[in-house]
């Protein structure tokens, strides 16, 4: 009985490499058939409604990743999207329209240098722990560090949290 009403931990390492393959796929693909963009936002609509619903009411997180998957799937995302800018300046240049072709070899430059401030705003920070901020309690520290990296309202930790009561 015990098993039964124990929530099941979510297997990010199941999912994630999943969505990040139809990413792949609906990008790249969207090139040569374009029917394939309203599948993969119908997959990623219901997954995101799907989700949210599972991660508020039934899964319990069992362990921290410390944001660990977050980088490395961002990191493909970016692969993808440049493998896409790729094949659609491919496509183009053979289908006989080499100015539209020519106009967007700008896109994969443009998106190694918003990946590589990426990097260097969100990675770097999240890799290397300031020493100050080891000392504090976690609670504290998350704060702290939410605001160093400067976060949108609605991801920023909330302010007089307290369980203790």
């Known amino acids: 009985r015990r098993e039964v009403l124990t929530p099941p931990d979510f297997r990010f390492g199941e999912h994630g490499p999943r969505h990040l393959l139809v990413f792949l796929v609906g990008c790249v693909y969207s090139v040569i058939n374009p029917l394939i963009l309203p599948l993969a936002a119908l997959f990623f609509g219901l997954g995101w409604v799907v989700m949210k ?17 977050w980088s490395k799937l961002v990191n493909r ?6 493998l896409f800018h790729l094949t659609f300046i491919g496509l183009l240049l053979l289908k006989s329209a080499p100015i539209q072709g020519m106009l967007l070899i700008p896109l994969p430059v443009i998106t190694i240098y918003y990946y590589r401030i990426w990097i260097h705003r969100f990675l770097e920070p999240a890799d290397f722990l ?4 080891c000392t504090q ?14 976060l949108p309202p609605f991801a920023s930790p909330v302010a007089g949290n307290n369980e203790g009561g």
């Open 137 to 150: 309690d976690t609670q504290t520290a998350a704060a702290a560090f939410a605001a160093a990296l400067i």
């Open 53 to 69: 619903q599972k991660f508020t009411y039934v899964h319990v997180p069992l362990h921290e990743g410390e944001g660990f998957l």
């Open 77 to 82: 995302m970016v692969a993808s999207l440049i």
């Open 130 to 133: 300031p020493i100050d901020m």
